[in-house]
């Protein structure tokens, strides 16, 4: 058989391997979203979405760039849905986005499912999406069994299975970070004016999908002087006078496109009350007279898109470092806990995949050792990194972005850690080839077992999860049964199984249920006439709702709770013990998914 028809057939079974993974992830994450009623962000970001393609108006969730929002709205172009452009919350109200949300899925004669399954495919584009890029990159720089190996890391994630699919912008923001970072890179090597183009154009689009995606231009500006110090002074000058005019070639392609996109959005969003909107919103951040705002930016037609994006990017800013409170490890107070993220990564991320990472590290560390790193010239350890220049990038990254995240007072989820993952994946699969390959102990039959045995616990970890990948923790959490103890909100319990509450009640035939539920979605839409609410959490008295007494609770009747309130207490600042400490020692009768635990009361 000749080369290029070996070549040739190498490529098919590739392509269909690949294809094969990602389509596995797609319908595993379309199978177990399908019963999931929409997540707290869902309801803000689907209307809004919907609100800018079809009015033209950015008057909600501000705090988020449109471009995720944008394409999970595309598909409800089809439908004849209706929208309240008549309600005070939408006319009246600054950033009445959940009201507007709850209204438009719930309250508007519109099929809340309906609209749920439509909005969420283009979040499975991204997801496969992004997967293929990782596979690329992998590819490109170890081989195609390594891409592979990464892809399989990838499309058996249980986090990204949980987001993926979901209308939130935390995997499209992954995928910004992947990108653009890997154009760069090119920029880096060969700064010529079409890979100019290319980073100017992929950092215009990260920025369009999540504010976080800012920390680029100091991670950039990092790359470029380290590039330059591996280089020789006389290259690195000459490197120097290539990356300034095209670094404010890159910045004038980031404007055009954040200027085009928001000025698109704000086309019927009248100017007046975009004013008056902005220093709403800031002052509430900031705890603030509106009238002692100045936001000028907004003002001056010219510069109004940009004014929106900069309102949107302070607002996430102030944000990222104001506490809210939470419950973690058994205590219930505000967020800022700088090992958060550290221990939600350790409890939230297979076992098998922290093992897989310890060897790649070790196999690292024992080339450096055993090739003597300290009696190396600093010119051969610079030939070195300039070599392995994405893996450098790629370490870097992964301890630049986690310095950030544990600085920061906003707890949400390891979701905020997920531009973390696909540069993990891809170190994993390169130190594990390394020691496939370079490492003479143990033999290589023990080693490919080894692997072999990892990545199976692996998959399995994943396809027992099915289909509650939201709540999924590790053995060392207790798993999925007793992951809700450690956190909840994104982590556990983000209102998803409300749908599967109603499925639940309408086969057992019950005609009563009380409901104590963390979430957005709406009871009602679900349960309709046997929904009875029962505020049994101190969280509601952050609303100004009165916590109800256990003892007057009507006993002879079924009680379902959300997860996020069963291990907490002392929302409302307090000191008080565990909310439901009452139901100690009952035994649920059944759960709702994962989230929602159902009691009988007698």
């Known amino acids: 058989m000749n080369s290029a028809k070996s070549n040739f057939i190498a490529k098919w079974w590739v392509r269909v391997l690949v294809t094969g993974l990602l389509g596995l992830m797609a319908m595993l994450a379309f199978l177990s979203v399908k019963d999931d009623s929409a997540t707290n962000d869902e309801i803000a970001h689907i209307a809004a979405g919907y609100s800018y393609l079809t009015q033209q108006d950015y008057r909600l969730n501000p705090e988020h760039p449109p471009l995720v929002k944008d394409l999970a709205a595309i598909p409800l172009l089809f439908f004849d849905l209706n929208f309240p452009l008549e309600h005070p919350s939408w006319t009246k109200a600054t950033n009445d986005q959940w009201g507007v949300g709850r209204l438009f899925l719930y309250f508007s004669g519109n099929?809340?499912?309906?609209?749920?399954?439509?909005?969420?495919?283009?979040?499975?584009?991204?997801?496969?999406?992004?997967?293929?890029?990782?596979?690329?990159?992998?590819?490109?720089?170890?081989?195609?069994?390594?891409?592979?190996?990464?892809?399989?890391?990838?499309?058996?994630?249980?986090?990204?299975?949980?987001?993926?699919?979901?209308?939130?912008?935390?995997?499209?923001?992954?995928?910004?970070?992947?990108?653009?970072?890997?154009?760069?890179?090119?920029?880096?090597?060969?700064?010529?004016?079409?890979?100019?183009?290319?980073?100017?154009?992929?950092?215009?689009?990260?920025?369009?999908?999540?504010?976080?995606?800012?920390?680029?231009?100091?991670?950039?500006?990092?790359?470029?002087?380290?590039?330059?110090?591996?280089?020789?002074?006389?290259?690195?000058?000459?490197?120097?006078?290539?990356?300034?005019?095209?670094?404010?070639?890159?910045?004038?392609?980031?404007?055009?496109?954040?200027?085009?996109?928001?000025?698109?959005?704000?086309?019927?969003?009248?100017a007046e009350k975009q004013v008056i909107d902005s220093k709403v919103i800031l002052a509430q951040a900031l705890g603030a007279d509106p009238a002692k705002v100045p936001f000028e930016f907004v003002e001056n037609s010219f510069v109004r898109p940009y004014g929106h994006y900069l309102m949107g990017l302070l607002r996430t800013l102030i944000r990222v470092e104001s506490p809210v409170r939470e419950y973690f490890l058994g205590v219930t107070g505000l967020s800022g806990w700088w090992y958060y993220f550290p221990v939600m990564y350790f409890f939230k991320v297979p076992l098998s995949l922290h093992?897989?990472?310890?060897?790649?590290?070790?196999?690292?560390?024992?080339?450096?050792?055993?090739?003597?790193?300290?009696?190396?010239?600093?010119?051969?350890?610079?030939?070195?990194?300039?070599?392995?220049?994405?893996?450098?990038?790629?370490?870097?990254?992964?301890?630049?972005?986690?310095?950030?995240?544990?600085?920061?007072?906003?707890?949400?989820?390891?979701?905020?850690?997920?531009?973390?993952?696909?540069?993990?994946?891809?170190?994993?699969?390169?130190g594990l080839k390394k020691w496939i390959r370079e490492v003479k102990f143990p033999p290589l039959k023990v080693k490919l077992l080894i692997l072999f045995l990892l990545g199976a616990w692996y998959v399995s970890s994943s396809v027992a999860a099915f289909p509650q990948y939201l709540s999924y923790y590790n053995e060392l959490a207790g798993g999925m049964e007793h992951g809700y103890k450690i956190a909840?909100?994104?982590?556990?319990?983000?209102?998803?199984?409300?749908?599967?509450?109603?499925?639940?009640?309408?086969?057992?035939?019950?005609?009563?249920?009380?409901?104590?539920?963390?979430?957005?979605?709406?009871?009602?839409?679900?349960?309709?006439?046997?929904?009875?609410?029962?505020?049994?959490?101190?969280?509601?008295?952050?609303?100004?709702?009165?916590?109800?007494?256990?003892?007057?609770?009507?006993?002879?009747?079924?009680?379902?709770?959300?997860?996020?309130?069963?291990?907490?207490?002392?929302?409302?600042?307090?000191?008080?013990?565990?909310?439901?400490?009452?139901?100690?020692?009952?035994?649920?009768?059944a759960k709702a998914g994962s989230s929602i635990f159902i009691y009988y009361i007698e």
Request: glycine share 8%; charged share 15%; net charge positive.
């Open 111 to 270: 099929d809340a499912d309906q609209i749920l399954f439509w909005a969420r495919l283009p979040m499975i584009f991204i997801l496969v999406a992004l997967g293929l890029f990782l596979f690329y990159w992998t590819k490109k720089i170890a081989g195609v069994w390594a891409g592979i190996f990464a892809l399989i890391l990838f499309v058996f994630s249980p986090t990204f299975l949980a987001h993926g699919r979901l209308v939130t912008t935390d995997v499209a923001a992954t995928l910004g970070f992947l990108v653009s970072i890997y154009f760069y890179l090119r920029f880096l090597r060969f700064p010529s004016w079409q890979n100019t183009l290319f980073v100017g154009v992929s950092l215009g689009i990260a920025l369009l999908l999540k504010f976080s995606l800012i920390v680029l231009f100091p991670f950039f500006l990092f790359l470029a002087a380290f590039f330059i110090w591996l280089n020789s002074k006389k290259e690195g000058k000459r490197l120097l006078k290539r990356y300034i005019p095209s670094s404010i070639a890159v910045v004038l392609f980031v404007f055009l496109i954040i200027g085009l996109v928001y000025g698109l959005h704000l086309i019927s969003y009248p």
């Open 355 to 430: 093992l897989l990472l310890l060897i790649s590290i070790g196999t690292g560390l024992f080339f450096l050792f055993r090739n003597g790193i300290r009696g190396a010239s600093a010119e051969k350890i610079k030939q070195w990194l300039r070599n392995h220049l994405d893996e450098c990038a790629m370490f870097s990254f992964v301890i630049f972005y986690s310095a950030i995240a544990m600085s920061t007072e906003m707890n949400y989820g390891v979701r905020y850690l997920l531009p973390l993952f696909p540069f993990l994946y891809i170190l994993a699969a390169l």
């Open 488 to 589: 909840g909100y994104s982590d556990y319990d983000w209102g998803q199984d409300l749908k599967r509450l109603a499925q639940w009640t309408e086969k057992q035939g019950i005609e009563t249920i009380y409901l104590d539920f963390f979430g957005r979605a709406e009871p009602n839409y679900y349960l309709g006439s046997k929904y009875m609410p029962w505020r049994g959490s101190s969280w509601w008295e952050l609303y100004g709702i009165e916590k109800q007494n256990p003892r007057d609770f009507p006993r002879g009747n079924y009680l379902a709770v959300s997860a996020s309130f069963l291990p907490a207490g002392g929302w409302a600042q307090r000191g008080e013990g565990r909310d439901y400490a009452w139901l100690d020692g009952k035994d649920p009768v």
